[in-house]
């Protein structure tokens, strides 16, 4: 199928395999979507770096702490990775259901729907969105209109957190295509509008779309042209839709506002705030966050859990449906906006288009309305020709950020690897790593990779939710399996591989690179040659990641002790030689859902133990990871893997964390070269100790903990 990018801050449009159903979504044939004026604009001139530095300059910051931390090459690459990797465009659309996933029941095949979404309602033929971003478009509503739906929210939800009120004087500044929506709503509310904007020609139409009056910031000093036509009193509210890296916008909003009133930041602005006149006028802030309440709750948007109606009124869904009531009742009129209808092949024409037009604050993109007989998930990218005697045919699933980053280098500098195909999601963008990369295939349909004799080897680095599950099917396949960390998420899921490879004597390994590392492997050798027990104290400075990351989500993540805390247990676990017997572990009061912090202290079945250390708290200048090892008159004190104390001689290394070595030892052992040095029963100890951690730190006992042998 087609689908649109940004490509190095150009528009382009790339053929890539038709997205995989999910469960809880829906697959839609677009019909139409929606460019719009500012929000996409944003996203193309993000891949131009100067443009992305003097809109966030915190990431100068980011950048020199990678420099500290990688060195200049390995910094230099990821930031090249970063900028040059597509974008997918696009966040609103209409069209028809194709297929419903598993467990939704409100919408059927043949639907006409509108979707939104940034991530979801891509700009391409086919999309998968998630149940509570799709809404049912009345049957009196084109398609072509009903693509409006995400835009037409967002100003929606800016006119409800404005609060305003039958006969209220309400300034909109900024005539784009949210400001122009937002018009129409607050006149559809009851509102005196006035709309503020530097086009002419977008105050004009904002008059004709029922604004009272329309002021030319270039030519009117707005502040006092509002306040002329309220009598000097203000405005009741002021909604700010203007996109600026400048205070201005808001400040002007004070000095309009009357006493008591409300300004509402809807577009992104500058806050350099003036004090004075905020607090002279006793003014409300408020901001209005994109299309309503659940927007950017992965619960919400992703899993479907919607919040209930008499205690949130107004959700993102629900938002929608009422755009659609608007446009078909005639009171929302978006034909005006359009700028131009281009196919969607030609979208990079309809951004030139829309870039030059001095009134079109919108294009439509349209999608041919004849059904491909049969919508194709993956396809041929190359032949390397290399896939003789000895070669290991390789597949990854799975193309985020540490796939991208390590796992594939690491492939690729291996001679004797092919790699026979890349399983990628549905945003698209995986489909550039398969290139970069030389793969034979790149698909959205893992059981392509799991049905096909010729893969060797499969490599899994997806979501931690998937680990177990896709671990377990292709060890019934009898795929050679590495499978990132965690193993899984739970002990069933632990039992389910664990049985898999039991019955199928497939070979499987777990991405503990830690015990790869030059210095922890010397920092083992001597803590083997002493006699007795040891104690250990391992201490983590690991690095604070927001609240909405992945990685905390306790569904999709397992939350930061599971995360990564099992790293630490696996490598704790290993240096000693001993299996951990129970733990008794304390935590902070959790920031989230999930335990993002932990002092753990296990006992192993020769009297060892360990205390770790896991916290977020520390400062970034810290090394991350310190291991004391005290043991039969001997001592390791193990630095960053960079380096080494034994009995106080210094040893030192590169910061090599082991991972090339793990992707080769692995490879030696798919060849029959050599044994799995971590296999499935390192994986299970791990998750089984990380829960133990997690119980324990929830209820302030000791606990037994289940190991390999034992669940």
């Known amino acids: 199928m087609r689908q649109v990018f940004s490509t190095r801050g150009q528009v382009t449009v790339e053929d890539v395999p038709s997205p995989m159903i999910t469960p809880g979504a829906v697959r839609v044939q677009t019909a139409w979507s929606l460019v719009s004026s500012g929000t996409e604009r944003t996203n193309i001139s993000g891949q131009r770096l100067v443009d992305r530095i003097r809109r966030e300059p915190e990431i100068v910051g980011k950048v020199w702490d990678g420099l500290r931390r990688t060195g ?81 929210a967002i100003a929606l939800n800016s006119v409800r957190r404005a609060r305003a009120e039958l006969g209220e004087t309400v300034v909109v500044v900024g005539l784009g295509l949210i400001g122009l929506l937002t018009v129409q709503i607050l006149r559809a ?26 002021i030319i910031a270039g030519e009117t000093d707005p502040v006092k042209a509002v306040l002329g036509h309220t009598a000097g009193v203000g405005a009741d509210a002021v909604l700010l839709t203007a996109g600026s890296e400048s205070s201005e916008p808001v400040n002007q909003g004070f000095e309009m506002a009357r006493a008591r009133g409300r300004v509402v930041i809807v577009g992104s602005v500058g806050m350099d705030l003036l004090r004075e006149t905020f607090y002279r006028k006793e003014l409300d802030l408020v901001m209005s966050r994109s299309t309503g309440p659940g927007r950017y709750d992965p619960s919400y948007e992703e899993r479907g859990i919607d919040y209930p109606l008499p205690y949130v009124r107004w959700t993102e869904r629900r938002n929608m449906e009422a755009v659609l009531q608007l446009i078909a009742e005639g009171t929302l009129r978006v034909g005006d906006l359009v700028a131009g209808e281009f196919p969607a092949d030609q979208a990079p024409a309809g951004y030139d288009a829309l870039a030059a037009s001095p009134r079109g604050v919108a294009v439509l993109l349209r999608y041919a309305p004849e059904r491909p007989a049969q919508a194709s998930r993956g396809f041929a990218l190359s032949q390397r020709g290399n896939a003789g005697p000895g070669t290991t045919r390789v597949a990854l699933v799975g193309t985020g950020e540490f796939a991208r980053r390590t796992l594939l280098p690491a492939l690729q500098r291996n001679r004797d690897v092919t790699l026979r195909a890349v399983v990628g999601g549905n945003s698209g963008t995986g489909l550039h790593d398969a290139k970069k990369f030389g793969a034979e295939r790149y698909t959205t349909d893992v059981s392509e990779v799991l049905d096909d004799p010729a893969v060797d080897a499969v490599v899994i680095a ?74 250990a104290i391992y201490r983590v400075n690991a690095r604070a990641l927001p609240p909405q990351h992945w990685l905390r989500d306790p569904i999709e993540g397992g939350g930061l002790v599971l995360a990564e805390g099992c790293h630490f247990f696996d490598l704790v676990c290993w240096l000693l030689g001993d299996e951990p017997e129970s733990v008794h572990a304390m935590a902070p009061p959790p920031s989230g859902e999930a335990v993002d912090e932990i002092v753990a202290t296990i006992r192993f079945s020769t009297g060892s133990i360990a205390t770790i250390v896991y916290s977020i708290s520390g400062h970034p200048s810290l090394p991350k990871e310190r291991i004391e090892i005290l043991k039969g008159g001997r001592s390791v004190v193990l630095d960053d893997f960079q380096t080494l104390l034994v009995d ?56 037994t903990v289940s190991g390999a042998g034992r669940i």
């Open 72 to 152: 200049v090459a390995e910094t230099v690459r990821l930031v090249r990775d970063k900028m040059e990797r597509p974008i997918p465009l696009g966040n609103s659309l209409a069209g028809v259901v194709e297929e419903v996933g598993a467990g939704v029941t409100e919408f059927a095949v043949g639907d006409r729907v509108a979707c939104g979404g940034t991530g979801h309602a891509n700009h391409a033929e086919y999309v998968v969105v998630p149940r509570n971003l799709v809404v049912k478009v009345p049957e009196s509503v084109e398609l072509r209109d009903a693509a409006f739906v995400t835009l037409g």
């Open 189 to 214: 509310a009851g509102a005196r509008v006035i709309g503020v904007d530097v086009v002419k020609d977008r105050v004009g139409l904002a008059e004709r779309l029922g604004a009272e009056r329309g």
């Open 462 to 535: 997806t979501r931690h939710h998937l680990h177990a599950t896709l671990a377990a099917e292709a060890a019934r396949r009898g795929k050679a399996v590495f499978v990132e960390k965690p193993l899984a998420m739970t002990l069933d899921e632990c039992r389910t591989v664990a049985d898999a490879v039991a019955t199928s004597g497939a070979l499987l390994t777990v991405g503990f690179n830690r015990r790869f590392a030059p210095l922890a492997r010397r920092a083992k050798d001597t803590v083997a040659a002493a006699s007795g027990p040891a104690l």
């Open 648 to 703: 106080g001689k210094r040893f030192r290394a590169s910061a090599d964390k082991g991972h090339a070595e793990e992707i080769a030892a692995f490879l030696r052992a798919v060849r029959g070269q050599a044994p799995l040095e971590v296999t499935v029963r390192d994986g299970v100890r791990a998750t089984a100790l990380a829960l133990a951690v997690m119980e324990s730190a929830a209820t302030g006992k000791a606990v």
